[in-house]
């Protein structure tokens, strides 16, 4: 396999990961001071990019940063990186950090240049183990802020979170705040009762997945009745399914939570159709370079 002569991008310059260097005073690096989005891309083809740059559109007004480039440069920057590497399935990984500044003070500084940062790499698909038996799940009490909907690079919360259940020898770890259910440590969590699919709303308690969305449009356009209200603590146990999603996972099945079996424990007949839907939608839209159906 040809080695692609370079696989990421730092502010204006396209070279191999492994060469690229950052100041050790970027907001980035010392509060975690920056937005990031994860783009999948199938057959060369970015799936809603656009969605994506509107969400980083939003996280960046939210935290009171500019966009440093037009809509027209952040596709240029993308096609560079995907039609330089060797995968045709790949996931973008891009950053925006409010910049190098000094002396180190939590406020703005006055003048920072933002750093851009983006690489590609390999996207697998979830592995078929996962997908035929289902994923175990933790839940944890949801200790972040009350900003969740921005998909900020401070990511301690969820980096603790997703390390209690690698500890407990589970897949994901599902955040309860007040009785509810949030979403995952790095997933959006659906439930299903009584044929229902049920999540809860887009609000500041959890990010607004794109996989998310995708997931309710394929339920809507098969007839399956969604519900999107607070789902508690109480009826996550109870139901008879439990999906996640993310853009790098998909569908999954949640089987098992806190040791305790989830519906039959095993994958259950709904997710076996949206699984199918989704296979059938990455098929015939993603990757034929489509957003929609
Ligand atoms: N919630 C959190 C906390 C996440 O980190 C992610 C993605 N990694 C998601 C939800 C799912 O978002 P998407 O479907 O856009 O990947």
Known sequence: MTLPAFNAYLNGRYAPLDTLTISPMDRGFLFGDGVYEMIPVYNRRAFRLDEHLDRLDANLAAIGLA???SRKE??????????EEVFEDQQIYLQVTRGPAWPRNHAFPAQATPSVFLFADELPAPAREQVENGVSAITIPDLRWQRCNIKAISLLANVLAKQAAVEAGVAEAILIRDGGLSEGAASNIFIVKDGILRAPPPSTQMLTGITYDVVIELAQANGIAVQLEAVSETELRAADEVWLT???????????????????GRPGPLFARMFQYYQDFKTGVMRAGKDFA
């Open 67 to 69: 966009n440093p480039h």
């Open 74 to 83: 952040w596709h240029k920057i993308i096609a560079e990186l995907v039609d």
């Open 246 to 264: 993310s853009s790098s996972k998909e569908v999954l099945a949640i089987v098992e939570l806190d040791g305790q079996a989830i519906g039959t």
